[in-house]
């Protein structure tokens, strides 16, 4: 199994930033492609942004050139910096990750268990 856990959010005002932070465990697993989904209330899960273990980025539309996500390959973390932040931000976000477990080569995917964002006008 592979844990995530999720830090960062909070209450902010629009126009402001936060970063959010999500640190991945678990033995037998290697870490593939992370990233950030969020869910506001009533509305699907989205994707955010995406990282691959090369570094390689894709965002969504609606938060490119206001975000950006990074990760630490060495102590499996992945980051999202969101500025000039929008009330249409607020939602739950949840860190995902793919992981190959080692011993039979099967990928799956791990969920956080979600940290709130709230954007203020």
């Known amino acids: 199994q592979v844990q995530l856990v999720e830090s960062g959010g909070g209450l902010v005002q629009a126009g402001g930033s936060l970063r959010l932070s999500c640190a991945a465990s678990?033995?037998?697993?290697?870490?593939?492609?992370m990233g950030w989904y969020r869910q506001a209330p009533g509305k699907q899960r989205e994707l955010v942004a995406l990282?691959?273990?090369?570094?390689?980025?894709n965002y969504a539309d609606s938060v490119k050139g206001r975000s950006t996500i990074s990760r630490d390959n060495a102590k499996n973390t992945v980051h999202l910096q969101m500025n000039s932040l929008k009330p249409e931000d607020t939602a739950v976000y949840y860190c995902n990750a793919l992981a190959m477990r080692e011993l039979t080569g099967r990928t799956f995917a791990y969920w956080g268990q979600g940290t709130q964002v709230t954007v203020s006008s």
């Open positions: 990282i691959s273990n090369g570094g390689s980025p």
């Open positions: 678990g033995s037998g697993f290697r870490i593939n492609t």
